[in-house]
């Protein structure tokens, strides 16, 4: 099992909590921090060393959808295998199981849909529910306009993922980088 991954971008966790504050209280949203946040997690962690075996399940309940709800039990028994037989498992292959389980029983097996509900979770262990973060700092009656505001960036790691799933980087703050002389690296507020 990993470290502390998450303690890893606590700083750019808390830059993007301040982000999402100032676009909720009017100013512009700037997903740099967030993005960078997420890819940094992701890069911290190595990768997501059981998402290949998550999908292929994913795919064979989609494979056969009359079946795929007799062998629930089955598929989640095999999202177990997978997890117990990979080597290098982190905090994020047990947030993908969690994620991947519900929408299983839930009768859902999209796998983007999956991914997407696993981004919005890392994002909210990162930025929403930390020492410091979102919900600490101004409390929960705007969490549902955060979240709305950082879930184009779950959806964008989604897509990725599931495009690369042995991706180690994901490269989501790229085009978000628009470094300019006076650019505040750090994510202090102005």
């Not at 700083?11 to 676009?23: E, F, K, N, W």
């Not at 740099?32 to 998550?54: E, M, N, Q, R, S």
């Not at 989609?62 to 905090?91: C, F, K, M, W, Y």
């Not at 999956?114 to 994002?123: F, I, N, R």
Request: charged share 25%; proline share 5%.
């Amino acid at each position: 099992m990993d470290g502390d991954i998450f303690g890893a971008v606590t700083r750019l966790g808390r830059a993007a909590a301040d982000a999402v504050v100032r676009a909720l209280e009017g100013g512009g949203w700037d997903p740099f921090f967030a993005a960078h946040c997420l890819d940094d997690l992701h890069a911290k962690a190595g990768g997501i060393p059981t998402l290949p075996g998550v999908l292929r399940i994913l795919e064979g309940l989609r494979a056969t959808p009359l079946l795929a709800h007799s062998q629930r039990e089955a598929a989640i028994e095999r999202l177990n295998d997978v997890h117990r037989d990979t080597v290098g498992v982190t905090t994020l292959d047990l947030m993908l199981r969690a994620a991947a389980e519900k929408s299983i029983w839930n009768g859902e097996y999209d796998s983007v849909r999956v991914l997407e509900s696993y981004c919005q979770w890392a994002l909210d262990a990162t930025i929403m529910s930390p020492r410091g973060g979102y919900l600490e700092t101004q409390g929960h009656a705007r969490k549902e306009d955060a979240r709305t505001l950082l879930a184009p960036i779950a959806a964008a790691a989604a897509e990725t993922l599931a495009r690369r799933p042995a991706a180690r980087r994901l490269g989501l703050a790229s085009p978000h980088a628009n470094v300019q002389p006076d650019t505040d690296l750090l994510g202090a507020s102005e």
